[in-house]
């Protein structure tokens, strides 16, 4: 077997770019690898050491088929992932979507990729909606009423850019490209969401998520009496910093909001600030989904599945790199969290592959939040 770049290797990230993007593969060797670009912008693949070894291996993206074997449904992922060039979140969702919507993963992970994506486009509906009413009140000093129909027919809105032709001139662009800037800027923020709305959507829902999941594990840290105990509050403090980290991310990502005329006037300007806040929220919760998934699904079973469970999620722990985290109290403390080391989906007292972790994994990645 050839490991292009080596194996077992120290993998310690400093940058989000570096850790990479959760893969939603089906292969028990791969769950929640992660893709990257390398010195030379090509797609590779970082799998944890499944050897006994610490660290991880690096494989070049287009070697990924030759080593492993994989399922109909990874390949075709590969390859989507491969075809689209990209390791960002969003992108690599995406992707991920697409090839459930295929059925190759079975009928229930392409019923959920279908609801999903319904549920995306309601999300980005409701966003552009509060979006657009709450940036319009304070530009023409609650002069403009909007309704859901005005974003759902032609006439509506043509009614809303008849209505914008004076707010355009004044910020010294025409009504049309100030259309399209409302649209653009709702469709950045749509899996965040606007605050206070009666729906939270995807990205607000893992971040209020990973905040609960801290204080489940600490709670299920005091009954258990296993070195997996160990592991669950190591968990609880990553899952804390890292709720606290993405709260104040998705704070500032619509902040702007407050001061539509000035983000709409400067608009290259502004959106390339906006752009780098909302991508770092996104590499924040990435990975988060399939743990918040996962443990879900344990809560219910018996206490060595919970315990298997703590293990697994351990092992795939998206920890926020160190520059990423430069300046944030308790840095320094929650990557000590992280320094025992388990091995992929075995079992957490035997050490042996645990066959039924396996099916459960699987059977998760077939969900959503």
Same mark, same amino acid.
């Given at each position: 077997?050839?490991?292009?770049?080596?194996?077992?290797?120290?993998?310690?990230?400093?940058?989000?770019?570096?850790?990479?993007?959760?893969?939603?593969? =089906?292969?028990?060797?791969?769950?929640?690898?992660?893709?990257?670009?390398?010195?030379?912008? @090509?797609?590779?693949?970082?799998?944890?050491?499944?050897?006994?070894?610490?660290?991880?291996?690096? #494989?070049?993206?287009?070697?990924?088929?030759?080593?492993?074997?994989?399922?109909?449904?990874?390949?075709?992922? @590969?390859?989507?992932?491969?075809?689209?060039?990209?390791?960002?979140?969003?992108?690599?969702?995406?992707?991920?979507?697409?090839?459930?919507?295929?059925?190759?993963?079975?009928?229930?992970?392409?019923?959920?990729?279908?609801?999903? #994506?319904?549920?995306?486009?309601?999300?980005?509906?409701?966003?552009?909606?509060?979006?657009?009413?709450?940036?319009?009140?304070?530009?023409?000093?609650?002069?403009?009423?909007?309704?859901?129909?005005?974003?759902?027919?032609?006439?509506?809105?043509?009614?809303?850019?008849?209505?914008?032709?004076?707010?355009?001139?004044?910020?010294?662009?025409?009504?049309?490209?100030?259309?399209?800037?409302?649209?653009?800027?709702?469709?950045?923020?749509?899996?965040?969401?606007?605050?206070?709305? @009666?729906?939270?959507?995807?990205?607000?829902?893992?971040?209020?998520?990973?905040?609960?999941?801290?204080?489940?594990?600490?709670?299920?840290?005091?009954?258990?009496?296993?070195?997996?105990?160990?592991?669950?509050?190591?968990?609880?403090?990553?899952?804390?910093?890292?709720?606290?980290?993405?709260?104040?991310?998705?704070?500032?990502?619509?902040?702007?909001?407050?001061?539509?005329?000035?983000?709409?006037?400067?608009?290259?300007?502004?959106?390339?600030?906006?752009?780098?806040?909302?991508?770092?929220?996104?590499?924040?919760?990435?990975?988060?989904?399939? #743990?918040?998934?996962?443990?879900?699904?344990?809560?219910?079973?018996?206490?060595?599945?919970?315990?298997?469970?703590?293990?697994?999620?351990?092992?795939?722990?998206?920890?926020?790199?160190?520059?990423?985290?430069?300046?944030?109290?308790?840095?320094?403390?929650?990557?000590?969290? =992280?320094?025992? @080391?388990?091995?992929?989906?075995?079992?957490?007292?035997?050490?042996?592959?645990? #066959?039924?972790?396996?099916?459960?994994?699987?059977?998760?990645?077939?969900?959503?939040?």
């Amino acid at each position: 077997m050839n490991f292009p770049k080596g194996a077992g290797h120290q993998f310690q990230p400093t940058k989000f770019e570096e850790r990479g993007t959760a893969v939603a593969f =089906t292969t028990p060797a791969l769950s929640q690898a992660r893709v990257r670009m390398d010195s030379r912008d @090509q797609l590779e693949l970082t799998v944890s050491a499944f050897s006994g070894v610490k660290g991880n291996y690096v #494989i070049r993206w287009k070697d990924v088929p030759e080593i492993f074997s994989l399922t109909m449904h990874d390949r075709a992922l @590969q390859e989507a992932i491969f075809a689209g060039n990209s390791c960002l979140p969003p992108d690599v969702r995406r992707a991920t979507l697409e090839t459930a919507k295929t059925g190759l993963a079975g009928p229930e992970a392409q019923r959920s990729a279908e609801e999903t #994506i319904t549920e995306d486009e309601n999300e980005l509906l409701l966003t552009r909606f509060y979006l657009f009413k709450s940036a319009l009140e304070k530009l023409s000093d609650g002069q403009m009423n909007l309704h859901v129909s005005d974003f759902t027919a032609s006439s509506g809105r043509e009614r809303i850019k008849s209505g914008l032709a004076d707010i355009a001139k004044r910020l010294g662009t025409n009504a049309n490209e100030l259309y399209a800037r409302l649209e653009q800027w709702g469709q950045m923020i749509a899996p965040l969401g606007m605050p206070g709305t @009666q729906k939270d959507c995807r990205v607000r829902r893992l971040v209020n998520g990973i905040g609960e999941l801290s204080d489940n594990l600490n709670q299920w840290s005091m009954t258990d009496k296993s070195e997996a105990a160990d592991l669950a509050r190591g968990i609880a403090k990553v899952a804390a910093f890292t709720q606290d980290f993405a709260a104040d991310l998705a704070v500032a990502a619509v902040r702007p909001v407050e001061y539509a005329e000035r983000v709409l006037a400067n608009w290259e300007k502004a959106t390339a600030s906006l752009q780098k806040d909302i991508e770092r929220l996104y590499w924040t919760v990435d990975g988060w989904e399939f #743990i918040l998934l996962l443990w879900k699904d344990a809560q219910d079973r018996d206490r060595d599945d919970q315990r298997a469970a703590v293990t697994e999620i351990y092992r795939v722990l998206p920890i926020i790199p160190e520059k990423e985290a430069l300046n944030r109290p308790n840095a320094q403390a929650m990557q000590e969290n =992280t320094r025992m @080391q388990v091995r992929a989906l075995e079992g957490w007292n035997s050490g042996s592959l645990d #066959i039924e972790m396996v099916r459960r994994v699987e059977n998760v990645k077939r969900r959503r939040i």
